[in-house]
């Protein structure tokens, strides 16, 4: 049951709309699936990271405002910048499968990872799953379920980049173009919503 479970909570996940799933999107559609898979893997190890916290008890440390305040405005920069360069000058000249450079990998591994990492709904999600595990199983079928979740999530994240550079075939240069400045428009949106939350949170 464990294991169901974790696919069960896993599967949940595709239903949670941020800023990581556009910019996944957005990174296999501007450089190919090798580039969403590189994000894949920056969210699936900032994921990795918080299920280690949240198992080691750190919770009270992530529920301290001082904390979340500098966590939301590093986010909401970060997300801002991101977004400002593909809204103001979106690129459409995508690079051919399989000639994109490791050090371009490497730059869209860690912006999946920053992007992931600095949410602190991320946070949020996985002290809820690990919590709700540790109330129904042992500690062995909790970690069992947990990393049943964290497979899932990897797996769906790249089957997002496979089908969005599948889809890049049929969007004709002109449109891509306004579909990257939408994608711009709403890393805007999520950082801006994150910089007002830091303001917020020291209120």
């Known amino acids: ?24 999107i957005k990174s296999s559609m501007e450089s190919g699936t090798k580039a969403g898979v590189a994000v894949a893997f920056g969210i699936i190890i900032g994921d990795a990271i918080y299920v280690v916290l949240a198992f080691y008890g ?30 103001i000058k979106p690129n459409t000249e995508t690079n051919i499968e399989g000639k994109i450079k490791k050090k371009s990998l490497g730059i869209y591994f860690m912006n999946g990872f920053l992007i992931n ?11 809820g799953f690990i919590s709700y595990n ?4 042992d500690d062995y079928w909790s970690v069992v379920s947990v ?3 964290l497979v899932v999530i990897f797996s769906t ?6 089908f969005a550079q599948r889809l890049l075939k049929l969007i004709h ?4 173009r306004q579909v990257f400045r939408i994608f711009g428009l709403v890393m805007i949106l999520f950082g801006a919503r994150l910089l007002w939350a830091s303001v917020t949170i020291s209120l």
Do not use: C, H, R
């Open 1 to 24: 049951m464990a294991i169901v479970t974790g696919i069960l909570l896993g599967l949940s996940t595709l239903a949670f709309i941020g800023p990581v799933l556009f910019y996944l």
């Open 117 to 127: 990492f600095v949410n602190p709904f991320v946070f949020a999600v996985w002290l």
């Open 147 to 149: 990393i049943t979740t």
């Open 134 to 137: 540790q109330t129904i199983y």
């Open 58 to 87: 750190v919770k009270k440390y992530f529920n301290d405002p001082e904390y979340q305040k500098w966590i939301a405005l590093a986010g909401g920069i970060i997300l801002l910048i991101i977004g400002l360069k593909y809204a």
């Open 157 to 162: 994240d790249i089957l997002k980049a496979i």
């Open 173 to 176: 240069p002109k449109i891509l």
